[in-house]
């Protein structure tokens, strides 16, 4: 099958003995092994539960963050579940919701092989090369942008800030296009697109079909034929290109400008916005139909303040570009890249890093005053915005959702313990040191974080 690790099996306490061996016979039988067949943590956790879901819920709630990165559910009693049950299951953190019959081993299996291709997809070249971090976050993108594009040939929408890296994912896409005879990734800026000019941006034009066309020009839909294009920004669009772009979606025909015979394209879309697409749609700003045919599959990118765990990765990944040896990273200079709240992203981010590469002079680590007055300025202002608007929304789901205070105090502790053990590169004795508590309290805690409901098989 190709896992890149084995798959935990948990069952709540309800499952009595003999659903326990029938299932996990049948689960040895497509080859799909519990943990206890390997010392390797699990990254697919499957849990089992009959008709209660509570105890269910408490586990995935508290794996969110945890080792398993995948979390599936299988119900031997489905039918005694309502949805309400079920959309409380996925909200707590799991990909999907199964019911066990004689097929379930064997469509868990297909699932497995789909996500150990698009891991394998994450781990090649094209991915590593060019798009950095290992977050949660934005491995969940990744896996959707691996996805969409080794298994599908439909539209993609990123969505996203900018600087949140839409062109690179666009390029990926077609890297990652399985394709033999694919073409040319051709990007269009539609923010550069004028109106009078824009039907031979799209569809190339004709010798003399207006002055100064001295000689027959391909457009974007020819130079994309059989290959990507990619529009850049495309709720800038105003609607009277809206609507000749959606001609040429929906029907793969085009004319240039001057011309009279109908001309062939077939490319694979990629579209990008920073806009809420939703929102010019209901304001009477972007034409649904063509909002509908552009978002074959919809991408969120996440901001650099949603993934700062990637942020130090970055910074050596940009260091590397400019100084054959980079050198290390002075302590106050992590703090101080944690710090920034970067609201222009990863190309605020480059940016930064670059004039850091062009200051640095002489050996030893890199020091504030590489960074410069004009970047350190305004860093006292940040110091104590740990707890922002997100912290807080988070926490507001959490009530809404019904959690305990014990349970929200536990999670955040949770959290913390395994923020602080990331940052510190594994070291127990330096994140116990972060957090100001003993190294035997954060082995201790690290040790209890599995809840008691859910035993492993």
């Excluded at 896992?3 to 689960?27: K, N």
């Excluded at 390997?38 to 849990?47: F, G, T």
């Excluded at 489905?78 to 999907?96: E, M």
């Excluded at 992203?345 to 590489?370: K, M, T, Y």
């Amino acid at each position: 099958m190709g896992l890149r690790g084995p798959v935990g099996i948990h069952f709540t306490d309800c499952v009595d003995p003999r659903s326990r061996e029938m299932v996990r016979e049948a689960l040895l039988t497509h080859d799909i092994l519990g943990a206890e067949d390997s010392p390797e943590p699990a990254e697919v956790a499957l849990l089992v539960l009959r008709s209660s879901v509570e105890p269910a819920v408490a586990w995935l709630r508290s794996e969110r963050d945890g080792s398993h990165e995948r979390r599936l559910v299988v119900a031997l009693e489905a039918n005694k579940l309502t949805s309400d049950q079920v959309f409380r299951l996925l909200a707590a953190g799991a990909v999907d919701v199964l019911s066990w019959d004689a097929l379930c081993a064997e469509r868990v299996a297909a699932r497995l092989e789909r996500w150990a291709a698009i891991d394998a997809l994450l781990d090649s070249p094209p991915v590593k090369e060019s798009l950095v971090g290992g977050s949660r976050a934005w491995r969940c993108a990744l896996r959707q942008v691996a996805e969409v594009a080794a298994f599908s040939d439909a539209p993609l929408l990123i969505m996203g800030e900018t600087g949140t890296g839409k062109e690179l994912v666009a390029r990926l896409v077609h890297e990652l296009d399985p394709r033999r005879d694919k073409r040319n990734f051709v990007v269009l800026d539609c923010t550069t697109i004028v109106s009078s000019l824009s039907g031979s941006e799209f569809f190339g034009h004709e010798k003399g079909a207006f002055t100064g066309a001295a000689a027959a020009r391909n457009g974007a839909f020819a130079l994309a034929s059989d290959g990507t294009l990619f529009l850049d920004e495309v709720g800038e669009l105003p609607l009277d290109l809206q609507a000749e772009l959606l001609r040429v979606v929906q029907e793969q025909t085009y004319k240039r400008v001057g011309g009279s015979t109908w001309q062939s394209t077939r490319f694979r879309l990629v579209c990008a916005t920073n806009r809420d697409l939703e929102g010019e749609r209901e304001a009477g700003r972007f034409r649904s139909d063509l909002l509908y045919r552009l978002a074959g599959w919809t991408l969120r990118l996440p901001p650099l303040r949603e993934r700062r765990e990637d942020v130090l990765p970055l910074v050596e990944h940009f260091l590397a570009q400019h100084l054959s040896n980079p050198p290390l990273l002075d302590e106050v200079v992590r703090e101080y890249f944690l710090r920034r709240p970067f609201p222009g992203n990863v190309r605020e981010l480059r940016q930064l890093v670059a004039r850091v590469a062009h200051r640095h002079v002489g050996p030893g680590a890199i020091s504030i005053g590489d960074l410069g007055s004009d970047a350190t300025s305004g860093l006292a202002i940040e110091d104590s915005d740990w707890c922002d608007n997100s912290f807080q929304n988070a926490i507001g789901r959490a009530v809404a959702e019904g959690v305990g205070l014990k349970e929200i105090g536990r999670v955040a502790e949770d959290i913390a313990v395994k923020l602080a053990v990331c940052r510190e590169n594994g070291s127990l004795q330096n994140a116990a040191r972060r957090l100001g508590v003993t190294d035997r309290a954060l082995q201790l805690r690290r040790a209890s974080q599995r809840p008691p409901e859910i035993k492993s098989a």
